[in-house]
């Protein structure tokens, strides 16, 4: 499992299965938006009616919401609430934690249901557990064999410099 | 920690600013927020109270242009600074990558920013981390008022280990890009050593 503190890597292969789930949710649970963000508040990735949405402020926001909760949790002696919901007006926001380190968020209207976003998230969360278990086994093996080529080994002060000309 | 994405080639780092109240952290992001190409910036969010002070945190992500082919974004944050936002202040360290602590370098808040490092070193600690191992810069502020803090003292006080430092003036920007490049420079050389 992906711990708190370990710099969290994704890969093409990962992203791509992960997408594929996420896709089916939003038809599944006939919902507008699904994003996964870590716990951190990095935005992972999103699919949906996305182009009209701040995805960045969204997983930030998103993040710091579940930080404050799980404080909340710890305070009535729960280890963290796994499942959040929002009631909108016209949207609702459905937020569930995923492999104890992603936090999965559902964006649905009055065209789906909170029954059916639950049920259907339950399913795709099991299968993004899954994959966030591999990407943690590729990314600690990788590691440990020291034969990963980070394009950032080679980082000069240059480099850096230039990203603040 | 930081977020390295091979499939969009984008690495993600958080930097948290932290301080006693009023010292001026909110005003170091929104000095580099108004002085930022708007390509380059998202929006900045301030959950604050009416009066102004920060509630949960300030927040502003930075997209600072590609290096070895990654798009490099800083999320920066800040905490509350005021003592009984304690448990707020403990969230916003989750994933830290690196730490700026904008001291208030007048006379009268000595043991305010004394009290307020004692508490980074302890949230840290609380999460697993040591001070002494992050990227860590420090800022002494409001540096252009009159009743302030000789630099010696301030540094014997508050930086020990002698990590880079900056005088700073968040209102006029004075300092506050020294002291953003410096820690975002600390944190991708960690990366390469990491990498």
Redesign the interface.
Known sequence: MLGPQSSFVMYDEELQRINIVIERLLREANAKVIFLVDKNGQMISGVGETEHLDTTSLASLTAGNIAATGGLAKLIGEKEFSILFHEGEKDNLHISIVAQRVILVVIFDQRSSLGLVRLRVRKASDELTTIFEDLAKKTAEIQASGGHNSPFAEITDDDIDSLFS | ????????RE??C?IVYYGPGLCGKTTNLQHIYQMTDPDAK??M?S?ATETERTL??D?L?LA??E????K?RF?LYTVPGQVFYD??R???L??VDGVVFVADAQEERLDANIESMENLKVNLEE???QLENLPFVIQYNKYDLPNVTPIEELRELLNPNGVPEFKGCAVTGEGV?ETL?EV??LI??E??K??
């Open positions: 920690m930081s977020f390295i994405n091979y499939a969009s690495i993600n958080k998202g929006k969010i959950l949960f945190f927040f992500p600072l242009g290096i070895r082919g990654f490099t999320h448990a707020s403990k969230l916003i989750k994933g999460q697993g981390y890009f490049k975002a420079k991708l050389m990366l390469k990491g990498g």
